[in-house]
């Protein structure tokens, strides 16, 4: 076993923090857990409305609980907002490496 630290990027998800659906609630408490073990987590949130209300829609937030949070465009159009967003988020980490 091994102590190696890694760079990790989560993409597929809507957003967090969020409780909106099962694999946000998983991305969550992976991501944070990760950090907690040294590793440096990047989460790519999708822009736009939030399930939990107005309130939520604000992109602003670079940091939750360790894990950076990057906000990708996103086309809010059912059948769509997923694919365009994991399309977005794999252009920023990979070709601006940010």
Known sequence: MTNEKVKI???GHKRIPSR???IEIVVEELSTRMVEQGHQVTCY???GHHV???EFDDSSLSDYKGVHLKSVCTIDKK???AMN???FCCFKSCVWKI
Request: hydrophobic residues 35%.
């Open 9 to 11: 990027a989560i993409l």
């Open 20 to 22: 909106g659906g099962g």
């Open 45 to 47: 949130n999708r822009k």
């Open 52 to 54: 939990s209300g107005k």
């Open 79 to 81: 059948g769509l907002a």
């Open 85 to 87: 967003s994991s399309f």
